[in-house]
């Protein structure tokens, strides 16, 4: 085995780790899928209580972003989003058409795709999501979100910024319920924990049992 690890090592293998390796796993944070583009500062700042939620255009109060952001923040971490005033820091959310360039993808349908792209911009003082469009600025909640970390009692997340699409537009999901069928209740948790990673298409499969 020794004999093995250096001769990986004398073939160059150990750089091409490196650079599979995203700047935000080097950290210690998690995101899936992985972004596209991701540069970080030195940095970790904390998300705490009494953060504003600053509502920017194209965004309304009962937008999906928004009811999910509240919701995750407040059910997996016990944080809660001040409406207005001096608060620790700013969440902005924005919705602007052509904003945020997308690069290479599979998918042919850049259109698609670039209505789902958004950009993270992560600061101690101000965190922003702006997105093309709607689907976009709901996955650049779920970044945001699946970003936080735990440490010394405090949820962290680093300074820098994210920019992201998908490389399909359509990623579904196959959920068998041939031999079973779940409450309707569970169906739609499944339905919500996939969109936590991106997955925007839910196939079921169904037999007679199913009315």
């Known amino acids: 085995m020794p004999e093995l690890a250096a001769l990986l090592l004398l073939m160059g293998i150990h750089p091409l780790l490196a650079e599979t ?36 255009r194209g965004v309304k109060a009962d937008d999906a972003a928004v009811q999910s952001l509240r919701e995750l923040l407040s059910e997996r971490f016990g944080l809660r989003l001040a409406e207005a005033g001096a608060g620790q820091g700013v969440i902005r959310l924005a919705v602007a058409p052509k904003s945020v360039a997308i690069g290479g993808a599979t998918d042919k349908d850049k259109d698609a795709i670039a209505e789902q792209a958004y950009r993270l911009t992560l600061g101690p003082r101000e965190i922003r999501v702006t997105a093309n469009s709607a689907p976009g600025l709901f996955y650049g909640v779920q970044t ?13 997340l680093p300074e820098g910024e994210i920019t992201d699409w998908p490389d399909l537009g359509m990623r579904i999901i196959y959920w068998d319920d041939a031999h079973h069928l779940e409450p309707l209740p569970i169906l739609k948790q499944a339905v919500r924990q996939a969109s936590f990673y991106k997955i925007n298409g839910f196939a079921i499969k169904l037999e007679g049992h199913f009315q």
Do not use: H
Not at 26 to 46: E, H, K, M, N, W
Not at 146 to 152: D, T
């Open 144 to 156: 945001l979100v699946q970003l936080l970390k735990p440490a010394s009692g405090r949820w962290l």
């Open 21 to 56: 390796l995203s700047p935000l796993t080097s950290r210690g944070y998690t995101v899936l899928p992985i972004p596209q583009s991701v540069t970080l500062g030195p940095r970790d700042f904390a998300l705490t209580d009494g953060w504003q939620l600053v509502l920017e």
